[in-house]
T-cell receptor, first 112, second 112 residues
């Protein structure tokens, strides 16, 4: 069983839709939760990170962590064609190494 | 400010040959990580440097892989001899505080 599970999609939505991306995990030691965006042939780009449970908002993006359910989400409001990319969740158990455990990534397409 | 830079962007080598990948982290970032993504799989951790010291090399597949970080600046990852299963995209990342690492664009390695 993988430590982090993420539906690879693809997920296709119309422009302006609210997008919900999710990951589940099995390791209760994970404390730091990140979302990366990766465009084709590019490296992952950090979008947001959160510590422990709760919500964090940055513009059109909201990250949620529910440690009791071992479930994290990324919401994108008013989605744009430029949001079309692969979204990767990543987690870290301890902060003194920064070693990240990644989900497989969800491919998102926002259609104009 | 320059981001994380990786060379080459793409390498095609024959099985049994040697390949050396290079990573130049963001200036001032003591933490440097190597990750790999093989086709159809998630990005996986290989190792972590703090300055010139290896902090965690638990993800290195076998002794055909050798990573170095000269003077705590750039890093190299050598594969010798290369095998078919080494094909994939190798990412380098760097960070100040072990959270939210910044990734390079990756080196696509193809072993034929």
């Amino acid at each position: 069983q993988k430590e982090v599970e993420q539906d690879p999609g693809p997920l296709s939505v119309p422009e302006g839709a609210i997008v919900s991306l999710n990951c589940t995990y099995s390791n209760s030691a994970f404390q730091y939760f990140m979302w990366y965006r990766q465009y084709s042939r590019k490296g992952p780009e950090l979008l947001m990170y959160t510590y422990s449970s709760g919500n964090k908002e940055d513009g059109r993006f909201t990250a949620q962590v529910d440690k009791s359910s071992k479930y994290i989400s990324l919401f994108i409001r008013d989605s744009q064609p430029s949001d079309s990319a692969t979204y990767l969740c990543a987690m870290s158990a301890v902060s003194n190494t920064g070693k990240l455990i990644f989900g497989q990534g969800t491919t998102l397409q926002v259609k104009p | 400010e320059a981001g994380v830079t990786q060379f080459p962007s793409h390498s095609v080598i024959e099985k049994g040959q040697t390949v050396t990948l290079r990573c130049d982290p963001i200036s001032g970032h003591d933490n440097l990580y190597w990750y790999r993504r093989v086709m159809g799989k998630e990005i996986k951790f290989l190792l972590h440097f703090v300055k010139e010291s290896k902090q965690d090399e638990s993800g290195m597949p076998n002794n055909r892989f050798l990573a170095e970080r000269t003077g705590g600046t750039y890093s190299t990852l050598k594969v010798q001899p290369a095998e078919l299963e080494d094909s994939g995209v190798y990412f380098c990342a760097s960070s100040l505080d072990r959270l939210g690492a910044f990734f390079g664009q990756g080196t696509r390695l193809t072993v034929v």
